[in-house]
């Protein structure tokens, strides 16, 4: 009996991404002649996500539960399948589901998935293959008098609480003393179980306390092949919203390239690479934050997806085009990252200095004015109630800037610092 061989053309991405969308992948010029196949829960699909749908070639839809429904959507197009990949935190479970029935493909296990997306099972990786990479950590299931004490003494101050398998900076918070961490930990408590409900969390909704360290953050993704070999992208230095006075930990400003020295960053590279092998990570796309300290760099986390935002950042500072990258990764081909600088970007996020109704949003009008000016995202308006990043809220403004010259974006960026100005009726 013989066999027709098909060819393997179809890039596959599993469940409703973020960005770069699909039209991006499309238009890249590393990725010409592939087909694009969306996989996703059977379900009503939202007005906003129809025009997303027409630009794949292919849109399955089936109950990603249940084994015999993937297995029939699939097999019609296995032979043609040469990639597959997914988009966001939020979509790496649809992601695991998929993996067992596409074993001819260059997937990341189920199991390191898991690891990268619990805070929890993280840490034990780091600590069990380097504890001097992860700072000191304990897990918390209530706030009791006996649990107090025993993260003061595991823990010590000052110490991180946040939340195990809720993605960026959401329940995150800071504590100093005692009894601001006991009434830290009674609000997280009180708020986790909701939170992790309404935003598909991983996992079983547990509580991470961990050591605070003082340093600088960055971040920087890194393809990692399917021998472990890392390709690293520039480094993106991260200052967060507690660095400027909120008691919050939400990447208030995100700027590269960075002022780090050679040696820095191999330092930053090698440590970068300890954690990845700790959780066994391949054939991904890792997003490692880390910290800069005294005694040398800690991981904070690493994601298995790329960093938001991080494509634009690196298409506009080096013309790297890293959403084709990432999924070039997985098919696998050989490729090359840009290393001439075309210029300086930033993004900053903008919360409210209160919490409350949204009474008024000034100088966004000037703001698009700006010489550096890339582009402007509005997640709230008026009217809508502004919530710090802690307790799950996100952003109400996120701008991008650009310029060739760093001297000109920093003072961009100071006008935008003075020219944005949002007000809560409890202010």
């Known amino acids: 009996m013989s066999h027709i061989t098909r060819e393997k053309n179809i890039i596959l991405l599993v469940a409703f991404g973020v960005p770069p969308g699909i039209k991006e992948l499309k238009e890249s010029k590393k990725l010409k002649g592939y087909r694009f196949a969306l996989l996703h829960q059977k379900k009503v699909v939202a007005k906003k996500q129809q025009d997303l749908l027409e630009e794949f070639d292919i849109v399955l839809r089936c109950n990603l ?95 991180i609480i946040k939340p195990v398998g809720l993605a960026t900076s959401l329940l995150v918070s800071v504590a100093f003393y005692k009894e601001e961490m006991e009434t830290s930990l009674k609000r997280t408590l009180r708020k986790i179980q909701k939170l992790h409900k309404d935003l598909n969390g991983r996992g079983t909704p547990e509580i991470l306390v961990e050591q605070f360290i003082e340093g600088k953050m960055y971040s920087v993704d890194a393809h990692v092949g399917s021998r472990g070999g890392v390709i690293f992208n520039p480094f993106v230095y991260v200052k967060t919203g507690h660095s400027i006075g909120f008691e919050d930990f939400f990447a208030y400003q995100t700027i590269t390239p960075t002022k780090l020295n050679r040696n820095s960053i191999k330092e930053a590279k090698e440590v970068s690479i300890k954690a990845i092998k700790a959780l066994r990570l391949r054939n991904v796309t890792a997003h490692i934050e880390l910290l800069q300290t005294e005694s040398g760099w800690k991981v904070i986390e690493i994601g298995p997806r790329m960093g938001g935002f991080r494509h634009l950042m690196y298409k506009l500072s080096y013309d790297i085009d890293a959403a084709a990258n990432d999924v070039i990764t997985r098919i696998p081909k050989k490729f090359s990252i840009p290393k001439k600088e075309k210029g300086h970007t930033a993004v900053l996020k903008f919360y409210a200095k209160k919490e409350g109704l949204i009474k008024s949003i000034k100088g966004v009008k000037k703001v698009c004015e700006l010489k550096s000016f890339h582009s402007i995202r509005v997640g709230k308006k008026v009217g809508d109630r502004a919530v710090f990043a802690k307790h799950g809220g996100k952003e109400i403004l996120r701008v991008t800037l650009f310029d060739p010259d760093r001297s000109n974006l920093l003072a961009d960026i100071r006008r935008c610092e003075q020219t944005i100005f949002i007000a809560t009726d409890k202010d």
């Open 65 to 159: 539960e249940s084994h015999k429904a993937i297995t029939k959507e699939l097999k019609p197009y296995e032979d043609e399948l040469l990639a597959v990949t997914c988009r966001g935190e939020v979509n790496i479970p649809a992601f695991q589901k998929v993996i067992p029935h596409v074993p001819y493909l260059m997937t990341p296990t189920t199991e390191s998935l898991e690891w990268s997306t619990n805070k929890l099972k993280m840490r034990k990786r780091f600590s069990a293959y380097d504890g001097s990479i992860t700072p000191k950590f304990m897990v918390v299931k209530d706030a009791k008098k006996k649990t107090l004490k025993n993260i003061e003494e595991a823990v010590g101050f000052p110490l």
